[in-house]
């Protein structure tokens, strides 16, 4: 599965960037949609954890690591090479000498350790602390308790070295949003709220509250002969039924699809060709609270797994926008394993189960839910009657959002329905399931199991990649047997684009971000674009 | 006249203050929080410290009688705190989308007055006509229609079918991109005046010194223009005040659905995260604004109708 679902990822993207061999057109204006909200938060990314700010990043900033979604992996953005030291825990970065700032400062070490503890900087409880935590001495100065962060260690201009808690692999933790690198020469923080300047593709340009972000080429960016647009227009627009008529009036040229658009889409000649799909690092889910009786016992966790046909709802009501979840980690991360099967749909194995644990008669519980209709409650509605014939009677309790994340991290559910980060690190993603992981973080379900925090801690030290790998993926198959959610489906992530926009990637981690510099537009576009 | 404007304006205090008070109740006792919402797409794991030190930075964490002291002292001083979430000035937030909201009630008052009152005005000089009868069916479709079922339609229409405007954005400003977002809202004070603007106009010409001006061979026009248009008029600016005042409120889908830079989208996004200062703030200023256009309107009886001031 996982090798169809490459190859399927490479031939989107082929059709996304099929041009490329015909050579780059540079110039053009980009209208890209923000789809996750009215407005931005703020422009000051560092201060925000939303996935809506990320739009801004990719084209003004620049972090020490970048995704990259063809090796799906974090790859040295910053840096042209890194030193580790024996045991892993001490990097020392050789940083890009051609990279400078849109304020014209060129790049330097000062910037990171200006950047690092300005996240981790306890007046400012910025989200991205917890990454940079990782780094030795960040716990003492995010309490207050130093005034360095004693990991950062400045050897020159050009070289950093950076000493973490662990041999952990940090490209994930600095490659985010939040642990983005501003020029440490700027003396008014509050201007990156309004004016920012970052090491990105794209300069800042103007800013229309609840409408959009405008940005225009860097002439100085480090990547030789990129990028190849001129301008970007960033546009917010939350409603799908909005973007729908604008993208088919070609006013946008890129959309992320729900399931509703996604079938109609792939209905029509004109658009079923420009589509990009990627299986995204999103496990959809139902937890199940421990502390209500019947959840206590594996055999009642498995037979409401095997009672749901899951299929038949991603068929029907997610219009096959999902991948059936057979475990935790999802189809693209490393640690996936393609053979182990998913749970089967089998009423008659969940009431045999069912009457093992002593609840052959069923028993009822509730399920807190959002009005999402991917996983929320129109989603708890569809298993009802598949879990009345076994038994067990639910009762969905809607909630919003922001209520169902605070009923969720506060342990007030018997059972709540969510979609949760499951990727792309699977050391990161699995680290929710060991019993030292606190509740209120994301060990929402209290899992605990020795023989899992043996397999997670092993693999936590283990430095070969293969072997950290196979490592999770038996430690991820412990979890499955153990169930401590029912697997619903992994996220397929769509986008539409328009046929003159080349170089969009499958981005597994987000495949509404795009790397900006990459992407091009051909002589077939509009003249409004060209 | 000045101690009645003097009256109307103060008797505003009581009701922002009333207000006031009730959103902060509400917003207290709602489930969730801002920090939770942070974590509510799923798309990362929540961070119990980062929970905490926004908890303990917005003084989430203290007691509401508190915290409560904080807001009235706080809106004393005409300050509505900052945001949560931009951590910016709630005022500015507002200043930044409030000329875009107006803009949106203006055009759309404005397209529901020239489309709405001659209308009404034709259909009740023409009783049981077919221009009577369209009239009324169109205001009575126009009444029921959910503003976003015709938003859409009128983007498939004018965007989608026949390319003369732009189907959603605020663009650099220009009236295109204004023409759709007003119309779709313009539609429910239209209809609602054309019904108000017809029913009254009836009224007035089965009235005895209509039947007099006519006997005294006053001419129709006349009629129409001295004593009809006059007597409705209170009737008319009743109807343009209430909607007027209440069309930055139902603005919110519109603004949403036309991806219109409005404070409307921004309370809905607000309200959605908890960023509890912005929603205060935001409709204490959709309440303030309501009222500035009734106490308006209320200013605008006395000077067209005397009977209004003497009582």
């Known amino acids: 599965m996982l090798k169809t679902l490459t190859l399927a990822a490479m031939l989107s993207l082929g059709v996304a960037s099929g041009a490329l061999a015909a050579g780059e057109r540079q110039g053009g204006t980009l209208v890209f949609t923000a789809p996750y909200g009215s407005s931005f938060a703020t422009l000051d990314v560092q201060a925000s954890p939303n996935t809506q700010e990320e739009f801004i990043t990719q084209a003004i900033h620049r972090a020490l690591y970048s995704w990259d979604s063809i090796q799906n992996k974090p790859v040295l953005e910053l840096a042209d090479s890194e030193d580790v030291s024996e045991d892993g825990t001490v990097h020392t970065y050789h940083l890009r000498k051609n990279a400078v700032f849109h304020n014209g400062k060129p790049l330097t070490a000062d910037d990171f350790i200006y950047s690092y503890k300005r996240i981790a900087n306890p007046k400012n409880a910025f989200p991205g602390a917890s990454f940079i935590a990782n780094i030795k001495g960040a716990d003492d100065y995010i309490v207050g308790k130093a005034d360095e962060i004693s990991g950062l260690k400045k050897i020159d201009d050009n070289t950093l070295e950076i000493t973490y808690t662990g041999p952990i692999n940090p490209g994930f933790p600095l490659m985010q949003n939040t642990t983005v690198i501003y020029p440490s020469n700027v003396e008014d923080e509050s201007s990156f709220g309004k004016s920012p300047v970052g090491l990105g593709a794209f300069t800042f340009k103007e800013h229309v509250p609840g409408s959009q972000v405008v940005v225009e080429k860097f002439d100085k960016y480090y990547e030789e002969g990129k990028p190849y647009l001129d301008r970007i227009n960033i546009v917010l627009m939350a409603e799908d039924a909005a973007r729908d008529v604008a993208f088919r009036n070609k006013e946008i040229d890129v959309s992320i699809l729900g399931p509703t658009q996604y079938q109609a889409y792939q209905g029509e000649d004109a658009l079923k060709g420009q589509l990009l799909e990627v299986a995204e690092v999103y496990t959809r889910n139902i937890g199940f609270n421990p502390a209500f009786e019947p959840f206590k016992d594996k055999r009642v966790r498995q037979a409401i797994n095997h009672a749901i046909n899951a299929p038949l709802i991603i068929e029907r009501l997610v219009k096959n926008k999902a991948y059936p979840a057979s475990g935790w980690l999802p189809i693209s991360s490393p640690a996936f394993d393609k053979d182990k099967p998913a749970y089967a749909f089998d009423p008659e194995k969940a009431k045999a189960l069912l009457a093992e644990a002593g609840y052959a008669d069923g028993f009822e519980f509730e399920v807190t839910a959002s009005p999402n209709e991917s996983w929320g409650v129109p989603i708890v509605e569809a298993i009802l009657p598949m879990l009345k014939k076994v038994g067990i009677t639910v009762k969905p309790k809607p909630v919003e959002s922001s209520a169902l994340g605070e009923a969720v991290t506060t342990n007030n559910f018997q059972a709540f329905i969510w979609s949760n980060l499951s990727g792309p690190d699977p050391l990161n993603a699995l680290r929710c399931y060991h019993s030292k992981t606190a509740q209120s973080a994301c060990n929402y379900t209290s899992y605990a199991s020795a023989e899992f925090d043996k397999l997670y801690d092993a693999a936590q030290q283990e430095r070969d990649p293969a072997k950290q790998n196979d490592l999770l993926r038996q430690a991820n198959n412990i979890v499955q047997d153990d169930a401590p959610v029912w697997f619903f489906n992994y996220n397929k992530a769509v986008m539409a684009y328009q046929p003159w926009i080349h170089g969009l990637v499958p981005n597994a981690t987000e495949l509404a971000v795009q790397p900006y510099d990459e992407i091009w537009i051909d002589e077939t576009a509009p003249d409004s674009r060209k | ?311």
């Open chain 2, 1 to 311: 006249m000045l101690r009645f404007t003097l009256r109307r304006i103060f008797q505003i205090i009581p009701t922002v203050v009333v207000v006031a008070l009730l959103i902060f109740v509400i917003f207290s006792v709602v489930p969730g929080t801002f920090a939770a919402s942070l974590f509510a797409d799923g798309k990362r794991a929540a961070d119990p410290q980062m929970i905490a030190r926004l908890n303990e930075e917005f003084g989430l964490n203290k007691p509401l009688i508190e915290r409560f002291t904080t807001y009235v002292t706080d809106l004393a001083q005409f300050d509505l705190g900052t945001s949560f979430r931009t951590r910016q000035p709630v005022i500015d937030l507002i200043n930044d989308r409030m000329w875009a909201s107006l803009q949106l009630a203006i055009a759309a008052m404005v397209f529901a007055l020239v489309v709405g009152v001659p209308l009404g005005f034709l259909a009740a000089l023409r009783p049981g006509s077919v221009l009577d009868t369209v009239t009324m069916i169109g205001a009575v479709s126009g009444l029921s229609m959910p503003q976003f079922w015709l938003g859409l339609l009128m983007m498939y229409l004018f965007a989608l079918q026949l390319n003369w405007l732009p189907s959603f954005g605020y663009g650099d400003g220009s009236f295109r991109n204004l023409i759709l977002p007003a119309v779709t809202l313009g539609v429910t004070p239209l209809a609602l005046l054309a019904r108000t603007t017809r029913a009254g106009v009836l009224d007035v010409l089965n009235a005895d010194f209509i039947r007099t001006a006519h006997s005294k061979g006053m001419s129709e026009a006349k009629v129409v223009r001295w004593h009809v248009a006059r007597n409705v008029l209170v009737l008319i600016v009743t109807t343009v005040g209430l909607q007027f005042g209440s069309l930055i409120g139902q603005a919110v889908v519109i603004e949403k659905l036309f991806a219109w830079p409005g404070i409307g989208s921004l309370l809905v996004d607000s309200v959605a995260i908890r960023d509890i200062p912005v929603v205060q703030g935001t409709i204490l200023v959709i309440v303030l604004w309501f009222l500035v256009i009734n106490t308006a309107v209320d200013l605008i009886y006395a000077a067209i109708d005397p009977r209004i001031k003497q009582e």
